[in-house]
């Protein structure tokens, strides 16, 4: 009778299970904050919103993408989403503030 | 023996000391043209997306009212169902390294499955629009957010396709491959939903 057996396999589901609980809490943040109505969310509110962008983006670049073993594709691909939720943010506040009346 | 010992040391302390460019494609997860397209992706959605927020600059008053017919809660919900199915496209991945085939499968069904699930609340979202006479000509609030949105929702049904594909074949470089390009449907949408709902809404 053979008696060796092999050990199951497992995999570390850890990280990405974290991963994913931050990357609802941020949704459901953003959301609450959209919610609110005062006069300093005018003015903060879209830069929240786009810290939390790049935020959920990191996270997925690096945890469900992988990207940690290649850290120049992270940073261009991380720097290329800070320019465009920046720019959109500064262009939102600045309707909202009243700029353009 | 010791030759070999020798050599194996000689070829480790090469592959040491060998300059390794931190812009390595052979580096990145799966196919190198995928991040190329990956990168591309960004840059198409990126304009279209400044486009959108510049022109808000134009029509302040037509963007706040086509702003209170948006579906916040309906889009938030679709936002979570997209990010659990990334979480199934990795842990797919993670499966496939260790040739867990039938996990693998059951786990793209599970990703694959809630893509299909956010394109019936798109449609849902549209259908709603529709209802209320807002179409892709009623004003330039609502073209680019039928552009933007339908656009991504195509990328969402070209990714549950490729899902399909690597699910047939789930070698490891496949699989990371086909789950970048629908991690990149998932990043874009986290860009896209905050963007078009949240930001000018109270915020």
């Known amino acids: 009778m053979n008696t060796n057996k092999t050990p199951p396999k497992s995999i570390q589901m850890n990280d990405l299970l974290k991963a994913w609980v931050v990357l609802v809490a941020l949704t459901l943040l953003g959301y609450g904050l959209s919610l609110f109505s005062s006069e300093l969310l005018v003015y903060v509110g879209p830069l929240i919103i786009a810290a939390l962008i790049l935020f959920k983006a990191r996270i997925i670049l690096t945890r469900y993408l992988g990207l940690t073993r290649c850290p120049a594709w992270l940073s261009m691909l991380s720097s290329m989403i800070f320019a465009l939720t920046m720019i959109c943010a500064v262009l939102l506040t600045f309707v909202s503030a009243g700029g353009t009346q | ?203």
């Not at chain 2, 991040?35 to 959605?45: A, H, M, R």
């Not at chain 2, 486009?51 to 134009?58: H, P, R, V, Y």
């Not at chain 2, 693998?104 to 893509?115: E, M, V």
């Open chain 2, 1 to 203: 023996m010791d030759e070999v010992c020798q050599k194996d040391n000689e070829t480790a302390e090469r592959v040491y000391h060998q300059p390794v460019s931190p812009w390595a494609l052979e580096n990145l997860p799966g196919d190198p043209m995928m991040w190329i397209l990956i990168v591309s992706e960004i840059l198409v959605f990126g304009g279209a997306l400044w486009a959108f927020a510049g022109n808000e600059l134009l029509n302040p008053e037509i963007y706040r009212e086509a702003r209170t017919h948006l579906n916040v809660p309906l889009a938030t919900l679709n936002t979570i169902i997209l990010l659990t199915s990334g979480l199934f496209a990795a842990i797919a991945v993670r499966f496939a390294k260790i040739k867990e085939i039938v996990k693998t499968r059951l786990s793209l069904l599970g990703a694959g499955s809630l893509g299909v699930v956010f394109i019936a609340l798109k449609i849902y979202e549209y259908k709603e629009k529709l209802a209320l006479g807002l179409n892709v000509e009623t004003n330039t609030f609502y073209t680019l957010y039928y552009l933007v949105t339908g656009f991504h929702l195509a990328h969402v049904i070209f990714g549950l396709i490729i899902l399909g594909i690597i699910a047939l074949w789930p070698t490891e470089d496949n699989m990371e491959s086909g789950t970048a390009f629908w991690h990149m449907v998932d990043l874009i949408w986290v860009i896209i939903f905050p963007i078009f709902y949240l930001m000018g809404q109270g915020l």
